[in-house]
């Protein structure tokens, strides 16, 4: 089972929508906005590595799509007449992770990348026809391991985990060997010596070899990101890729404004980490807050919204009443006319002596097919008991011997839908353990036992149980925006209503309107999402809000600066 991935990716059964053949009509259609080439056998048509490359239709010969591996080639696929080349690194201009080369005399209608983003935007038939075959490329190259990225690392680091997280989420794949297991560690390193806090490596495509990288400097060695332009001024700058800066994207970009979104990691936030979310409208069979996130994320891409990843907003400039400025981690800013923020939420850690020595290593904020893959077939233990821990709950008892649920309160009815708690229930291998809470971690370099204190009896015991989930209530990504912005007591985002005359004058409100139902205590500024104070903390109300919240934006771009 490769990265995570919930189930083996079986490429012949979906082969004629992984590789479709374009209708006559549509390649007549945009052939109009292309030009005719002709490429000899063997010729290279383009090298992996290349960003921003053009869309290619195959009139005529073939196309094979290779993946080189060291001193080694493979071949991936070969496309025929009117098959087209790319996969999602084409909708952002990453660079290609293969080589395209001519088979025989090669024929081919060459459509520039900005042209092509533009024809997905206007030709309905033929964005749907793309955009699900590089979906599903994408996916193939994941479960093949065909990325162009080895993480050599151990199963004993929490940088590893780190690691592999992040190329995970960002729906990159890549290759990963293990320094105490697989024997091919030794012949791609040679003599080079690698201590262990230089664990993992990255060896990338370009030759570099990164050591213990943070997640910035991954994202430069891979390209994710196209060079930020410090004098440029957007139209609204969204900071967080949640699913609700998702949303303001898709809607803002599809009407045309100037988008740029900055996410100092992954898309999909909060809502990336759940295993299946069952109650989404439109998706009656569920679907993992992961791939509703890259679905996103792609969409927003198709429109032409700019995402840098691993760029997070750590201040957000309210001086003077001009254009606003988003300083990002890493010294760089962006300018805006507007700002949505969008950053969210993140689970409370567990007060707990050696917490931060063990995350990564056995306690995680995330129960995805990832985590579970390390957890194997052991016990485990949830902690929390809203919905995002009876998803997480009732997902790692399809595949751990037991698990163990625990809650501070006397029940679950108050914090979860009541589909969650029927499931719970009724499933053998999961015991809820109702006003208990965890008091100690205890282990070497992984978590080997848990002490947890059951609050009825003040009884203490000691569990051999490897595997902890936090998913214990939220605490708002605001700390960047201190003594800027109105919040609540607990640090959420006061927005239109709640915002009183007394913070509006605090703050120096300038307006004589009051602020819009999304707007905060600075004109122009825009919270929506799980960071806002009175907001519904549920991934369906997040996409709501981010897709009203643009109309509004709109409305505030209209008014004389």
């Not at 949830?382 to 821990?389: D, F, I, Q, R």
Request: contains cysteine; glycine residues 10%; proline residues 4%.
């Amino acid at each position: 089972m490769a990265q995570g991935l919930a189930a083996p990716f079986d490429l012949e059964a979906r082969r004629a929508q992984v590789y479709p053949q374009l209708p006559p009509e549509v390649v007549a259609r945009i052939a109009t906005h292309g030009e005719e080439r002709a490429f000899d056998d063997g010729a290279i048509v383009f090298e992996r590595g290349d960003g921003r490359r053009p869309f290619y239709v195959i009139t005529g010969g073939a196309l094979e799509a290779i993946y080189r591996e060291h001193d080694r080639e493979s071949v991936i696929n070969v496309l025929g007449e009117r098959e087209f080349t790319g996969e999602l690194s084409m909708l952002s201009g990453r660079p290609s992770l293969v080589r395209g080369r001519a088979k025989g005399a090669l024929r081919v209608l060459r459509i520039d990348h900005d042209r092509f983003l533009s024809l997905l935007q206007t030709d309905s038939e033929l964005s749907e026809l793309v955009m699900r075959a590089y979906i599903l490329r994408r996916v193939a190259l994941v479960a093949g391991n065909y990325g162009d990225v080895t993480v050599v690392g151990s199963s004993h680091s929490a940088a590893t985990a780190r690691v592999q997280d992040f190329l995970t989420r960002n729906g990159h794949p890549y290759r990963y060997l293990d320094v105490e297991r697989d024997p091919e560690v030794e012949q791609l390193l040679g003599h080079v010596n690698v201590a262990p806090d230089e664990i993992p490596l990255l060896l990338c495509a370009d030759g570099q070899t990164l050591r213990n990288p943070s997640n910035a400097d991954i994202a430069d060695c891979l390209g994710f990101n196209t060079e930020l332009d410090d004098t440029a001024v957007h139209d609204v700058v969204i900071c967080g890729a949640g699913v609700g800066g998702l949303a303001a994207a898709v809607y803002a970009s599809s009407e045309g404004l100037d988008v740029l979104v900055v996410e100092a990691n992954a898309p999909g936030g909060q809502a990336a980490t759940s295993s299946k979310i069952e109650n989404y409208l439109g998706f009656p069979t569920g679907i993992s807050g992961q791939s509703l996130a890259h679905r996103a994320f792609n969409q927003a891409e198709k429109f032409g919204a700019r995402i840098a990843i691993a760029h997070g907003a750590v201040k957000l400039d309210c001086n003077g009443r001009g254009d606003l400025r988003v300083e990002l981690s890493g010294g760089r800013s962006v300018r805006a006319r507007s700002v949505i923020i969008a950053t969210g939420a993140e689970y409370r850690k567990l007060e707990l002596a050696e917490l931060a020595r063990f995350e990564g290593l056995g306690v995680y904020y995330a129960a995805t097919f990832m985590e579970a893959q390390r957890c194997a077939t052991d016990e485990v233990i949830v902690v929390g008991g809203a919905n995002s821990a009876g998803q997480a709950a009732t997902f790692l008892s399809q595949t751990s011997r037991h698990v163990h649920m625990l809650i501070r309160g006397p029940d679950l009815s108050a914090t979860m839908s009541r589909y969650l708690i029927r499931r719970i229930e009724d499933t053998p291998n999961i015991t809820l353990h109702r006003r208990t809470q965890i008091t100690a971690l205890h282990g070497d370099d992984h978590l080997e036992r848990v002490t947890w204190r059951d609050d009825a009896s003040g009884d203490e015991s000691i569990h051999d149980v490897r595997h902890v989930f936090a998913m214990t209530g939220a605490s708002p990504n605001t700390a960047w925006l201190a003594g800027c912005i109105a919040t609540d007591a607990n640090g959420f985002v006061c927005t239109g209503t709640e915002l009183t005359d007394a913070m509006l004058a605090e703050r120096g409100w300038p307006l004589a309107r009051r602020p819009y139902l999304f707007e905060t205590s600075r004109p122009r500024v825009f919270a929506v999402g799980d960071v806002r104070a009175t907001s519904v903390k549920r991934v369906a109300s997040a996409v709501g809000e981010g897709s009203v919240c643009i109309q509004l934006v709109h409305k505030a771009l209209a008014e004389p600066a």
